[in-house]
T-cell receptor
């Protein structure tokens, strides 16, 4: 089945610096790659997603890149702010053999932005 | 719309007890899923459903049962609770557009403690 590996598990940056989180996936049929942000005690919230027919997507300070050949995708946060501090999860969803859209998550990255 | 709702918010069980975690959504979403979240383990898929009457196992299905009799509801049953099932449980739903996975919306979570 699908497996998603996420690195690093923790990341600490200074306010204003950039942060990069990387994920790899195993199922070449995966075609949807969302990123979620989870603040302490809250539910995960979608921040950006990308489909397999696109190599890069941006939304203000957040961008995601996808390399289907290498089966990895990355989250880039520029000009980080203290409110970016949270746990970030990547995920991969593929049609697979059963044509279903189950979502498999990475282990999460705890991002700390120091003022 | 209330979105995805979960009850209860918090539950304490004794080993061997059974209970049902409730999940409902009012967005007419086809996909629904149950995840458990443990420290350092990310979000692990327990069971999921692509529509009423259709369910399938995720990554960690043992000890849990589900059914989907309506589009709106997707309850998760613990038949005989074990301390290893102490976790935070999230329900999520998503629409399916032209057969493709779309954004998953998470409920607020249920915190379960098994003694």
């Amino acid at each position: 089945g699908e497996n998603v590996e996420q690195h690093p598990s923790t990341l600490s940056v200074q306010e204003g610096d950039s942060a990069v989180i990387k994920c790899t996936y195993s199922d070449s049929a995966s075609n949807y790659f969302p990123w979620y942000k989870q603040e302490l005690g809250k539910r995960p919230q979608l921040i950006i997603d990308i489909r397999s027919n696109v190599g890069e997507k941006k939304d203000q300070r957040i961008a995601v890149t996808l390399n289907k050949t290498a089966k990895h995708f990355s989250l880039h946060i520029t000009e980080t702010q203290p409110e970016d501090s949270a746990v970030y999860f990547c995920a991969a969803s593929g049609l697979g053999s059963s044509n279903t859209g189950k979502l498999i998550f990475g282990q999460g990255t705890t991002l700390q932005v120091k003022p | 719309n209330a979105g995805v709702t979960q009850t209860p918010k918090f539950q304490v069980l004794k080993t061997g007890q059974s209970m049902t975690l409730q999940c409902a959504q009012d967005m007419n979403h086809e996909y629904m899923s149950w995840y458990r979240q443990d420290p350092g383990m990310g979000l692990r898929l327990i069971h999921y459903s692509v529509g009423a009457g259709i369910t399938d196992q995720g990554e960690v299905p043992n000890g849990y049962n589900v059914s989907r009799s309506t589009t709106e509801d997707f309850p998760l049953r613990l038949l005989s609770a074990a301390p290893s099932q102490t976790s935070v449980y999230f329900c999520a739903s998503s629409p399916r557009d032209r057969g493709l996975q779309e954004t998953q919306y998470f409920g607020p979570g249920t915190r379960l403690l098994v003694l």
